[in-house]
């Protein structure tokens, strides 16, 4: 994959004339609905922009991303908030239960690897503890599919008490841990990676939402939080490792 040195919209414009005119159809688009595409799949994009779901997937990479997916994490603020939050905490409290535990175990390993100071345990009593020995310049991150975790909502009902900030990754938008979030960053499980074959109850998508927050939280310094849009991305590696897809 190439190095983006621009962001999506700077990318597009750039690019816009050398693209192939079913491509251009969706790109007019994205530029002239940003704040819609970041919420929607490859499938609701297709039928929006009366384009097929193949020729957003050739645009994407003829841009130089590896996926439509990518792409859109790119153009979330969602993300570059998240990442905010995260760089800005004293300590980050990882936290998950069930299937999304080796989730949460990844996120852990890559954020310390990248220098950030993370606490995370498999065990509900480990993480209540963390949490309560922890203070208001901490970060808790939860991650729940459903959003219903009894333990996870425990854990944030706690967290809230001790005045942290909460960064949710969640794919349902009307559970209740919403009520506890100071971001969120939500997945979309309906035919998001129908192209790639894998079910929507998979948790790649889990893992694709960490492989995008470390590559923000990697180039923070070189991101503009006063504007929309990144600007100056240098030194840029793959926003999803190709060994999840």
Request: net charge negative.
């Given at each position: 994959?190439?190095?983006i040195?621009?962001?999506?919209?700077?990318?597009?414009?750039?690019?816009?004339?050398?693209?192939?005119?079913?491509?251009?159809?969706t790109?007019?688009?994205?530029?002239?609905h940003?704040?819609?595409?970041t919420?929607?799949?490859?499938s609701?994009?297709a039928?929006?922009a009366?384009?097929?779901e193949?020729?957003?997937?050739?645009?994407?990479?003829?841009?130089g991303?590896?996926?439509?997916?990518?792409?859109?994490?790119l153009?979330?603020?969602d993300?570059?908030?998240?990442a905010?939050?995260?760089?800005?905490?004293?300590?980050?409290?990882i936290i998950?239960?069930?299937?999304t535990i080796?989730?949460?175990s990844?996120?852990?390993?890559?954020?310390?690897?990248n220098?950030?100071?993370?606490?995370?345990s498999?065990l509900?009593?480990?993480?209540?503890?963390?949490?309560a020995?922890?203070?208001s310049?901490?970060?808790v991150?939860?991650?729940?599919?459903?959003?219903?975790?009894?333990?996870v909502?425990?854990?944030?009902?706690?967290?809230?008490?001790k005045e942290?900030k909460?960064?949710?990754?969640?794919?349902?938008?009307n559970?209740?841990?919403m009520?506890?979030?100071?971001?969120?960053?939500q997945?979309n499980?309906?035919n998001?990676m129908h192209?790639?074959?894998?079910?929507?109850?998979?948790?790649?998508?889990?893992?694709?939402?960490?492989?995008?927050?470390?590559?923000?939280i990697k180039?923070?310094?070189?991101?503009?939080?006063?504007?929309k849009?990144?600007?100056q991305?240098n030194?840029?590696e793959l926003?999803?490792?190709e060994?999840?897809f």
């Amino acid at each position: 994959m190439q190095i983006i040195k621009t962001s999506v919209i700077e990318n597009i414009k750039h690019n816009f004339e050398e693209l192939f005119p079913a491509e251009k159809k969706t790109a007019q688009y994205i530029l002239d609905h940003l704040e819609e595409v970041t919420l929607l799949n490859i499938s609701q994009l297709a039928k929006k922009a009366h384009a097929s779901e193949a020729s957003i997937v050739r645009m994407a990479k003829h841009l130089g991303y590896n996926d439509f997916f990518q792409m859109r994490l790119l153009l979330s603020n969602d993300l570059l908030c998240a990442a905010k939050l995260i760089c800005e905490a004293r300590m980050c409290h990882i936290i998950g239960a069930g299937n999304t535990i080796p989730i949460a175990s990844d996120l852990r390993f890559r954020l310390q690897r990248n220098g950030q100071s993370c606490m995370y345990s498999s065990l509900p009593e480990q993480y209540f503890n963390n949490i309560a020995l922890g203070d208001s310049s901490d970060l808790v991150i939860a991650i729940s599919r459903s959003g219903a975790s009894t333990q996870v909502l425990k854990a944030l009902s706690l967290a809230k008490k001790k005045e942290m900030k909460i960064l949710v990754i969640t794919a349902d938008p009307n559970s209740q841990i919403m009520d506890f979030s100071d971001a969120i960053l939500q997945i979309n499980d309906t035919n998001e990676m129908h192209d790639q074959n894998v079910r929507a109850d998979s948790h790649l998508l889990e893992l694709a939402v960490n492989d995008a927050l470390i590559y923000v939280i990697k180039n923070y310094p070189l991101f503009n939080f006063d504007d929309k849009l990144p600007t100056q991305i240098n030194d840029v590696e793959l926003l999803l490792s190709e060994t999840k897809f």
